[in-house]
């Protein structure tokens, strides 16, 4: 996974990225991350809870210092 910077907006960065496979555990201390899902399942796995299951069409929003494994 290498995401694409395809624009800015107030001050973040907008990114596609194309996912496969089990990534590693992380989170992000000073951002939210938004997920939207264009085609596939998303699986999102939390540290504190259960896998999240994100179908196309749909949003994921992630808390910032949440930690989570794509």
């Known amino acids: 996974m290498y995401p694409d910077i395809v624009g800015e ?3 973040n960065f907008v990114k596609l990225a194309k996912l496969n496979g ?3 555990w992380h989170s ?3 951002e939210d991350e938004m997920f939207v899902v264009v085609s ?3 699986m999102m796995d939390f ?3 259960n896998t999240t ?3 196309p069409r749909k949003v994921l929003i992630i808390p910032r210092s949440v930690e989570h494994r794509p």
Request: net charge negative.
């Open 47 to 49: 540290r504190d809870s």
């Open 53 to 55: 299951t994100t179908k």
């Open 22 to 24: 089990e990534l590693v």
């Open 28 to 30: 992000h201390q000073e």
């Open 40 to 42: 596939s399942t998303l």
């Open 9 to 11: 907006l107030n001050e």
